[in-house]
Nanobody, 128 residues
Framework: QEQLVESGGGLVQAGGSLRLSCVAS????????MGWFRQAPGQEREWVGS????????YYAASVRGRFTISRDNTKNTVYLQMNNLKPEDTAVYYCAARVSGIYTFTEATNQNRYDYWGQGTQVTVSS
């Protein structure tokens, strides 16, 4: 059973930055496609972005492209979400998720139902 633990959330002013981390417990992390999702109060969970196991490809939602960057360090079993120029509408609980069979297409990246493991989430609050 894979465990994912997010950290790095907090309160930041609009225009500020945060970096979220997600540490995985498994020994085959480098083969996992990893995704970041978020859920704002009263809204459905939405996809933010994903990264392939090798780290050579990333995918982003239009709402965050150019502001958010996903990266990973397979030696540390960790995936990161660097968030810059944050906006109040970025306020949400952020979740990381792992897809054991990897990510090879945009469709696979965005489909929540194709992820096998989820973290508990970390709160990001952006004040105006």
């Amino acid at each position: 059973q894979e465990q994912l633990v997010e950290s790095g959330g907090g309160l930041v002013q609009a225009g500020g930055s945060l970096r979220l981390s997600c540490v995985a417990s498994g020994r085959t992390f480098s083969g996992f496609g990893m995704g970041w999702f978020r859920q704002a109060p009263g809204q459905e969970r939405e996809w933010v972005g994903s990264i392939r196991g090798s780290g050579d490809s990333t995918y982003y939602a239009a709402s965050v492209r150019g502001r958010f960057t996903i990266s990973r360090d397979n030696t540390k079993n960790t995936v990161y979400l660097q968030m810059n120029n944050l906006k109040p509408e970025d306020t949400a609980v952020y979740y990381c998720a792992a897809r054991v069979s990897g990510i090879y297409t945009f469709t696979e990246a965005t489909n929540q139902n194709r992820y096998d493991y989820w973290g508990q989430g970390t709160q990001v609050t952006v004040s105006s």
